[in-house]
């Protein structure tokens, strides 16, 4: 039984210039004790997905089921789930142990089941040391850890996250997503967690939805996303930098990168479509199938990215350290044979991976 189901749920907003699809007929199920994250830009429907699974705002279409529940209709305190919100939205007045029991306090928990849960929380998050402390006393990211406190002390098997993190600077932001995951795991809950962070979704999460205009361009695990894209728009969404795509051209009996003699890298039919290499995929090799002009060098300590001209297009590669070449400079290139990905360039679906006739010699 899924933890989370979602069936065929949309969300229309009218507005002056007319109506707004904000989710438009999204389905998908979650595992119990799975951490998931709906992934996609400003604007793509994650936040209001969350919002309907809470029972914030109303679906239009579609149903709803938590725990094999149907809750559709339901208020959002009757759904059994708890919430952590982009916003701490701490009572400022109130120490970090009263903020922290304040659900329980409402819903009249008893003294010594709201004692026990306390204590467990705050050892877990490591706030026993701060709990006579007020809000403003602490730093962003102890403030996100009571935030998340509150949500935990109600021990719901659902909880939901809206952005947590987008408040905390870089190294406070990567410390709380290893205490979430983590957190996660030894309590064996499910969480839905949004983001607009690849890095986030793809280092925290079990399955990614990724959205993109109130539609699911893909539903799979984070290795499933990178490594077999099903379409451009994943494709360019997740890594970085983002994956290469290069216009295909007619050459001879095969299908070449546009501006190029070849080698060909495709069957004719595929002439006008798509290729997509990840620019770490990309190696210079002195012997490689491809010759490029380097445009500019961006050195990052751990590895440069190197923009390189290729026919009529630009290419990224990513290389470990430093590399002797510069602008102007000429290089090979190559990649390996799996490393290919191809796209109908009309509707940028998925055409496959490699084609079956390629030969060795288009690859170091």
């Known amino acids: 039984m899924s933890a989370i ?95 922290i029991v304040f659900g329980l306090r409402v819903r009249k928990t008893g003294h010594a089941d709201r004692d026990r849960r306390l204590k467990r929380v705050s050892e877990l998050l490591g706030l026993s040391a701060l709990l006579d402390r007020k809000p403003g006393q602490l730093s962003g990211g102890q403030q996100q850890r009571v935030a998340l406190g509150r949500a935990l002390i109600a021990e719901a098997p659902v909880c939901l996250m809206d952005e947590p993190l987008s408040n905390l600077d870089a190294q406070l932001r990567q410390e709380m997503r290893l205490e979430i995951r983590n957190l996660q795991r030894q309590l064996g809950i499910t969480m839905v967690y949004v983001t607009h962070d690849q890095v986030e979704a793809m280092s925290m999460a079990d399955r990614v939805i990724l959205l993109s205009c109130g539609r699911i361009e893909q539903n799979g695990t984070p290795a499933d996303l990178y490594e077999t894209p099903a379409n451009i728009f994943v494709a360019r969404f997740i890594g970085t930098p983002p994956m290469n795509l290069l216009r295909l051209d007619k050459a001879g009996s095969e299908a070449v990168i546009a501006g190029t003699a070849g080698p060909g890298v495709a069957p004719l039919a595929w002439a006008g479509g798509m290729l997509g290499v990840r620019p770490e995929h990309v190696l210079l090799a002195r012997d490689g199938p491809f010759t490029a002009r380097v445009e500019s060098v961006e050195y990052l300590g751990a590895d440069s990215l190197l923009l390189c001209r290729i026919g009529e297009q630009i290419l990224t590669t990513r290389v470990a350290g430093r590399v002797g070449v510069t602008g102007g400079d000429s290089v090979h290139l190559s990649w390996a044979r799996g490393a290919s990905h191809f796209f109908d360039a009309a509707t940028g679906i998925r055409l496959a991976t490699e084609p079956i006739h390629q030969t060795a010699t288009m690859f170091a």
Request: aromatic share 6%; with cysteine.
């Open 5 to 99: 189901a979602v069936e065929n749920v949309s969300k229309h907003w009218t507005t002056t210039s007319g109506q707004v699809r904000a989710v438009d007929s999204v389905s998908f199920a979650l595992d119990p004790g799975t951490l998931n994250v709906l992934l996609g830009p400003s604007g793509c429907g994650k936040s209001t997905t969350l919002r309907l699974i809470a029972g914030l705002d109303h679906a239009d279409t579609g149903r709803i089921w938590i725990d094999g529940r149907e809750v559709t209709h339901l208020a959002p305190a009757r759904r059994k789930i708890s919430m952590v919100f982009q916003s701490y939205a701490l009572f400022p007045h109130l120490s970090v142990q009263e903020n």
